[in-house]
């Protein structure tokens, strides 16, 4: 499954895995959630809303569009 931010932030997380790891993967959900909204997926009109299938592969090109 697919880490959620509380257990990213939870004691036992941060305890066992470290607070650059917790850092690390909480910059990256944020950066993945912004890829989701770039791409429109947080519109339940959007034929891949509610996944994130895919994101990674189209960040470059999302991200460009916002230095334009």
């Known amino acids: 499954h697919q880490i959620t931010m509380s ?10 895995m470290g607070p650059e790891w ?4 909480r910059e990256r959900q944020m950066r993945m959630d912004r890829l989701y909204v ?5 519109r339940k009109d959007h034929e891949m809303y509610g996944l994130y299938t895919g994101l ?6 999302l ?4 230095d334009e």
């Open 38 to 42: 770039l791409d429109g997926r947080h």
């Open 7 to 16: 257990e990213i932030d939870s004691p036992a997380m941060r305890t066992v």
């Open 22 to 25: 917790v850092k690390e993967q």
């Open 63 to 66: 991200e460009k569009e916002l």
């Open 56 to 61: 990674a592969a189209k960040a470059e090109e």
